[in-house]
């Protein structure tokens, strides 16, 4: 997990960035202005849930489970 440390953190941070862009600024504005402030912010909650997952993500040459077995000789 340490090595995917800023995917966490820059997933959240974009999708934070996102919804405060939806929830909080394109109200305020109006016609095309806001338009395309919900529209920025969808992108980044996506981009952001989207980082997020490759965080998750494994590469092909982990073991999905490791089972360590004693041979006794």
Known sequence: MKDKKAYWI??????LLGI???RLLAPELDGVQGTVAVAAGY???I???TIV???TGRKGSE????????RKD
Do not use: H, Y
Request: no cysteine; proline share 4%.
């Open 10 to 15: 820059g997933g959240t941070i974009t999708g």
């Open 20 to 22: 405060g862009l939806v």
């Open 43 to 45: 992108l980044l909650v």
């Open 47 to 49: 981009a952001g849930i």
């Open 53 to 55: 997952a490759r965080a």
């Open 63 to 70: 073991p999905f489970i490791t089972i360590k077995i004693e």
